[in-house]
């Protein structure tokens, strides 16, 4: 995991030149109400809400490593489900803070929008851009200690939700500087209290790939053999792309890396292709992840595709007006962006965009200049990258004809339907459901069993395309999915329009076994590939048939899982010890009758279904990556990791 032999990263930020004390802390506003609306501050109380709370203490820790003066954060999951976060750098001011008159440690935890980020001096580059992170914290906790090593003395300050239950005192004296964070969730605020190791580990991951030469420690003591991690990574970005990679076939061996300064701005960008037919593009501001893109991401997109278009001119590679897209120079390309400026201008607390516009003149530039100077140099990629956009470019042009095609024949207008669809009554997309089901038996039960006011079913049969490992041509004419296309209606890839969905709960309807479990993952891979934002906005759902049914004289149940059986069963028997009870297993869907299937799996009253969330687009793609590529060994090693799970098999 650790390199010591590479070379430190050229963008290293060099520590900033000035003192770090109270009065470069400024003051914008008092704390207000973040109690009664933490969802403007943390996203939700749920469980992504829960572990941005550790987030926000983290970006802190990384804002003194951005400036030069922290090389080691730890992060624990200590018993009880609190946390401890502890880096070595400067420590948080102690002294006077000259607009409060208080000490500035009391201001950063207590007062909202408060912090050395506001040109005030302590931080050029800085994620914690709003100031807000210490103080909702300590808003959201049950209760909140802090610990400060600095000049050789230990200051010690203890809040309870906002509130100062020990003023700052000096408990000892120390060698050493830096800030201990530990804070407990308040119940009355989060849905959940339970922290995820994988979770926060992922997270501390990115953040060490994201600053070179940083060390981030994560451990879990809940346990006595709870998991635990050191992390750092001298290659940074360049590692990180590798780790994306790590289950697929590269194209090039090494990433291509290119970074450039203007100011105190600095950008960074490393990039592979691989064989493979899908983009992967992660974009970060100031090590704030920024899902929804901005003008690094426009900046990169642009020259990419402006320096391969030259490039192919230039050498015969690209004839005439037959120029390559965006979509075709981005084709198995995986990528990160990073950069790091002063007054970043972010979409909301959350960040999720990035707004200042010289950042996309900046990315734009260096991949400009070097990415030109990189193909001309290694020609052999350069012909690779250039043969591998040329054929996507044919593959897309193929698509649109099919497109074409199937438009000229009338396939996707309403009145042409697929055969196996039986619709609904109701046009009312938010009102409608469409079951998916596996094989023409279940089909029939559905149909029969529905409520056909809201309830379409089509029906599936054999197994589909993997488009794993298949262009968008393939797929409109694929016997298989073409049926779904149309009869969704709102297209896919780059056409995709969620305002033409027919229906907002697609429900995949499979049996609980390995047939079903891959019927499944296929459905889900090419939803996950073409129709992602149908995830995204949480139309697409898995039902949960169940797995037995049992029986003791005239009552009958069923249950979903071996203990609700061996729950149910005990129930039946009661005192009896010697009842006997008829136990079943369902051998498919297709053997349930219309009112079994209606009762068990459709009915919205007493029905469970599982809805399908991307969770983390990396992750998503690596699962997908593995489950459907071409690699045998990963997919095995992650079918013994999770064949304990796989009737409840969840994306």
């Known amino acids: 995991m650790m390199n010591e032999n590479m070379e430190t990263m050229e963008a290293k930020v060099t520590p900033v030149e000035t003192e770090y004390d109270g009065s470069q802390i400024q003051v914008l506003e008092g704390l207000e109400a973040v109690r009664k609306r933490p969802g403007m501050y943390i996203g939700s109380t749920s469980e992504s809400g829960l572990h941005h709370l550790v987030y926000e203490i983290v970006d802190n820790s990384i804002d003194e490593a951005l400036a030069g003066y922290c090389d080691h954060i730890m992060v624990t999951i200590n018993p009880g489900n609190t946390i401890t976060v502890r880096d070595n750098g400067r420590g948080i001011p102690v002294d006077i803070q000259p607009q409060t008159g208080r000490p500035a440690l009391e201001v950063v935890f207590t007062v909202l929008h408060a912090g050395g980020k506001f040109g005030g001096g302590g931080y050029k580059v800085s994620g914690g851009l709003h100031g807000v992170g210490a103080s909702v914290v300590n808003a959201l ?45 308040d119940p009355e605020m989060f849905d959940t ?73 600095v950008a960074e960008i490393a990039m592979q292709y691989n064989d493979g037919y899908n983009e992967v593009l992660v974009s970060f501001a100031n090590d704030i992840h920024t899902p929804e893109g901005g003008m ?65 003149t900046l990315v734009d530039n260096v991949v400009n200049q070097q990415l030109t100077d990189f193909l001309e140099e290694n020609p052999s990629v350069a012909k690779s990258i250039l043969e591998k956009a040329m054929m996507a470019n044919r593959a897309r042009e193929a698509a649109r004809r099919a497109r074409e095609n199937i438009r000229r024949k009338s396939a996707l207008d309403v009145e042409r339907l697929p055969g196996k669809l039986w619709d609904c009554n109701e046009r009312d997309p938010r009102l409608t459901e469409l079951y998916i089901v596996e094989g023409d038996s279940a089909a029939g039960s559905a149909k029969n069993g529905r409520d056909s006011r809201f309830q379409a079913i089509l029906a599936m049969w054999g197994k589909m395309l993997n488009v794993e490992k298949a262009r968008a041509d393939k797929i409109y004419n694929n016997d298989k999915l073409s049926p779904v296309i149309q009869a969704l209606g709102c297209g896919i890839g780059e056409e995709l329009n969620l305002e033409k969905l027919r229906y907002h709960k697609i429900i995949i309807m499979a049996d609980a076994d390995v047939d079903g479990s891959h019927i499944r993952t296929l459905l889900l891979t090419f939803f996950f ?21 049992l029986r003791r004289g005239k009552t009958e149940k ?10 149910i069963s005990a129930d039946l028997r009661g005192d009896n010890a010697n009842v006997k009870i008829d136990i079943s297993r369902f051998k498919g869907l297709g053997e349930m009758d219309p009112h079994e299937l209606w009762e068990t799996t459709m009915n919205p009253e007493t029905r469970t279904l599982r809805r399908i969330t991307l969770g983390d687009a990396i992750a998503a793609d690596q699962t997908f990556t593995v489950l459907m590529g071409e690699e045998v060994e990963p997919r095995k090693q992650f079918i013994e990791k999770n064949a304990k799970y796989v009737v409840n098999l969840d994306f």
């Open 296 to 360: 690094h991401e426009t900046g990169f997109k642009t020259a990419l595709t402006r320096v391969l278009n030259a490039y192919g001119v230039k050498y015969g590679i690209i004839k005439g007006e037959d120029k390559v897209s965006g979509e075709d120079c981005r084709e198995g390309l995986t990528v990160v962006i990073s950069v790091k400026l002063p007054e970043a201008q972010f979409e909301g607390q959350t960040k999720q965009k990035l707004g200042n516009a010289y950042i996309r």
């Open 193 to 265: 209290l339970e922290y995820s190791y994988d979770i926060l580990h992922k997270r501390m991951q990115e953040q060490a790939f994201l600053n070179a030469g940083l060390k981030i420690s994560i451990g879990d003591l809940r346990t006595e053999d709870g998991p635990r991690d050191s992390m750092r990574y001298e290659g940074g970005i360049r590692e990180f792309v590798t780790y994306i990679n790590r289950n697929k076939t590269p194209i090039h061996e090494a990433p291509i890396y290119m970074t450039g300064r203007k100011d105190d701005a």
């Open 141 to 185: 906790s049950e209760w909140l200690e802090v610990e400060v090593h600095k000049e050789g003395k230990i200051y010690q300050m203890k809040f309870s939700r906002g509130k100062i239950t020990q003023e700052m005192r000096i408990i000892g004296s120390c060698e050493d500087t830096g800030t201990t964070v530990t804070f407990q969730p």
């Open 529 to 549: 590939r073409y129709m992602r934002p149908m995830i995204e906005n949480g139309y697409v759902y898995a039902a949960v048939p169940p797995l037995y049914k």
């Open 558 to 567: 069923v249950a979903y899982s071996d203990e609700e059986r061996d729950r």
